[in-house]
């Protein structure tokens, strides 16, 4: 698809998401993204050696929270690798992604590494050895040389709100500690996974960082061919909690979503697209963000499931 007609798509993406009414409820059991104003819309597409396209407001910073689970976890495969699907598993959650009676179904081994604490598992095993300055100095590293932007920071502002009203986390932290699943002191542990969630990027910075996970030729080496396949499939199957069917259904692509708005989503062997709107949806993914993903597959029929441009 030649830029100019891309850059078109983006465009109406953009405008009807600022047309929408219902602009979904921003995240308010967070402080800092309880102030977020909802009425906001970016998207970013990037392409292996091609011009970066976006629209709307595609530059402005926001919190990437569960969206940096993608990253911890290329990073944990590539200590550990299936070494560490002995602590967590591969499957669809079917429930929140705080749910704790989940956890206590599965006595103390998390249903996947997206849902809350199946990434506090992944964060657990990436401290080993480790000080969790220098933990989260290897992830920012990590989505650094992913996006190209050494700019990219940790917001310490929301990772403080994060830890002060954390409290289910906290309890999922404690139930992993009970069941031996749990190496490090749950303060320490959630510590570093509250500033990792606390990332800030743009939907630009977001876009280039998930390269990467095209497997394009051109793109960036991170991780080995084999592991991009295998998370590719853990976005498309647990990417969206309770709701990565619907998300499946109407985007058809591996996607990743997070509470402060952002979702990446992967067009295998085509594109990476980060999409922003602080409003969610009942499932805890952004609503305008699902929306506009719908849109712009059916637009460009970037679908795995192979569906027709319209």
């Not at 990073?75 to 299936?82: F, H, I, N, S």
């Not at 990792?196 to 030729?217: D, K, R, S």
């Amino acid at each position: 698809m030649d830029d100019g007609r891309l850059q078109r798509i983006l465009d109406q993406v953009a405008d009807a998401a600022f047309a929408t009414a219902d602009k979904g409820r921003v995240a308010d059991y967070i402080p800092e993204l309880a102030a977020v104003d909802p009425d906001q819309f970016g998207i970013a597409v990037a392409r292996p050696g091609q011009p970066l396209l976006t629209a709307g407001r595609a530059n402005k910073p926001f919190s990437i929270q569960s969206v940096s689970k993608v990253f911890t976890l290329a990073l944990a495969l590539g200590t550990l690798g299936d070494r560490l699907w002995n602590r967590v598993g591969r499957e669809p959650s079917g429930q929140a992604f705080d749910s704790v009676l989940l956890l206590e179904l599965e006595k103390g081994r998390p249903r996947n590494p997206f849902i809350n604490a199946g990434a506090i598992v992944t964060t657990d095993a990436i401290l080993e050895g480790s000080e969790p300055k220098e933990t989260l100095a290897s992830i920012l590293r990590f989505v650094r040389e992913a996006a190209g932007d050494d700019s990219i920071h940790i917001n310490e502002s929301v990772a403080q709100s994060e830890i002060a009203t954390g409290h289910r986390n906290f309890a999922l932290a404690h139930y992993l500690l009970s069941h031996d699943n749990l190496r490090h002191p749950p303060a320490l542990t959630l510590g570093t996974y509250f500033h990792q969630c606390a990332i800030e990027m743009t939907c630009a910075q977001l876009a280039n960082a998930g390269l990467f996970l095209t497997a394009c030729e051109n793109a960036p080496r991170m991780v080995a061919p084999s592991r991009i396949r295998r998370i590719n499939a853990l976005m498309m199957t647990c990417g969206h909690y309770d709701g990565s069917g619907d998300y499946a259904y109407r985007v058809g692509l591996p996607g990743k979503s997070g509470v402060g708005g952002g979702i990446l989503t992967i067009a295998p062997g085509i594109a990476s697209i980060a999409v922003w709107a602080p409003g969610l949806n009942n499932y805890g993914n952004s609503k305008l963000g699902t929306e506009a993903m719908q849109r712009l597959t059916d637009l460009t029929g970037w679908s795995v499931f192979g569906a027709a441009a319209s």
